[in-house]
Structures are given as structure tokens and as C-alpha cells.
């Protein structure tokens, strides 16, 4: 079974590996005992900074050292990680421990962020740099895209949070209104109720999380935040 878990996750990165034991490695957690995925998390922590960094340093050519740092600290973070974890449905394909598996952790935030780190090394050492660098520049593109020198480093939802508490009002509500396509392949349509606005703001992402932030973002706007 796992087996053909696997076969969809390489599908879905965009990358088949030619040994199927680096990927087994790569979501081996700690908690499986020895062989585990903690040093070539070490790797892909380091070949990731360089590759966000270098992919900011050439979209903003006017950038001061301090702004790249600050986006790509926004870029590398564990909770961005854990979006594209989800977004690749990374979490039924880890190999756990019978502990972590009782608590939840192809959930947790860090599991899934090492994860991903850790799928970066095992890339980059079977293929090289280029295939590395082109695997997640197209797992980036829609974000750094999305990056300006004016981001702020606080995420829209807790931009909106706050803004809502500053004027004592209800926190922002966020329902799943639609999803749509296989379980694998999965897009939200999530609807951001704010109670300073009189409809609310609808937004679709492969991602409950990131189209929650992409609602709170359309409503700060209209809020005119």
C-alpha cells in the first residue's frame, strides 16, 4: 500500500526517484529509530535557503540585504513548509513510530516541514543542483510571485485578527464552503465572515490554510488595511 502512496506523492512533487529507498528515507521520522530523515533534513535546510534566496535576489534587483532576509525567513519558515506538505499530501505517506502515529503526527507542523526539507536533500543528492533548483522554484512560483518588498512579515489571517481585536470586534470566521476533485488533488473554497463587511470574501486554493489566508487578505483590503 505504501507503495503506491508513494508512487502519487513522487507524482505530485514532480519527481521520481531511481532509488525508491531515498524518498523511504526522506519520511522516515526520528521516532522510526536510527534511519531517519534528520540528516538529509540538515541537507535541504541549507540547499532551500540558498535557492529562495537566490530566486529573491533575482526577482528584486532593488532590494536591500535586510528586505531578502525578511522574505525569505517568510519563504523557508516551518508553516510554510507545512503548507506545501498538504499541498502534496505528504502526511498518510510518513513512515512514524507507533507513538507519533497515535498523536497525530503526520499533522503536526514540524513532522511535515522536515518532511519537506528532508525530500529536498534526498532530491538534490540523487539528481544534482539543477534538478533540485528547478523542483522547488516551480513549488515556490505562485509565492514568490506573489512576494513584494511592502509584505508584511505577519500572514493576512493574523493581520486580520488583530485589526479585528483593535476595534473590539468578533474574530474573522472561516467556513469551507466547496471542495472540489480527488482526494489527492483537492481544491477549497473558503469563505472569510468578517462582521465589519456585509458579504463575505471567497477564496480558492489546493489548500484549506492558504485560502484562508487568500480570504483574509481580500477582506483586509476591503477593509482597507
Not at 464552503?177 to 488533488?185: C, K, N, T
Request: charged share 30%.
Amino acid at each position: 500500500m505504501k507503495d503506491i502512496i508513494f508512487e502519487r506523492l513522487q507524482s505530485r512533487i514532480g519527481y521520481r526517484f531511481e532509488q525508491a529507498e531515498r524518498l523511504r528515507l526522506a519520511l522516515s521520522h526520528r521516532s522510526v529509530g536510527a534511519q531517519n530523515n534528520e540528516r538529509l533534513e540538515f541537507l535541504g535546510d541549507s540547499i532551500l535557503n540558498f535557492i529562495v534566496g537566490e530566486a529573491l535576489f533575482t526577482k528584486f534587483t532593488d532590494a536591500r540585504e535586510g528586505q531578502l532576509s525578511r522574505l525569505r525567513a517568510q519563504m523557508v519558515k516551518g508553516e510554510t513548509l507545512a503548507e506545501i506538505a498538504r499541498e502534496f499530501d505528504i502526511g498518510p505517506c510518513l513512515l512514524l513510530g507507533e507513538g507519533e502515529m497515535k498523536s497525530g503526527g503526520h499533522r503536526r507542523d514540524s513532522i511535515l516541514a522536515d518532511a519537506v526539507e528532508a525530500i529536498i536533500g534526498a532530491i538534490y543528492i540523487e539528481a544534482g543542483m539543477e534538478t533540485c533548483r528547478e523542483r522547488v522554484q516551480a513549488w515556490y512560483q505562485t509565492r514568490i510571485e506573489a512576494l513584494g518588498l511592502d509584505t508584511p512579515a505577519k500572514d493576512a489571517k493574523t493581520r486580520l485578527q488583530e485589526y479585528m481585536q483593535s476595534r473590539q470586534q468578533p474574530l474573522p470566521d472561516y467556513r469551507v464552503a466547496e471542495v472540489e476533485g480527488e482526494a489527492h488533488a483537492q481544491v477549497f473554497t473558503v469563505e472569510c465572515h468578517v462582521s465589519l463587511l456585509d458579504t463575505p470574501e471567497r477564496a480558492r486554493a489546493s489548500s484549506r490554510r492558504v485560502a484562508e489566508k487568500k480570504s483574509a487578505a481580500q477582506a483586509l483590503k476591503r477593509l482597507g488595511v
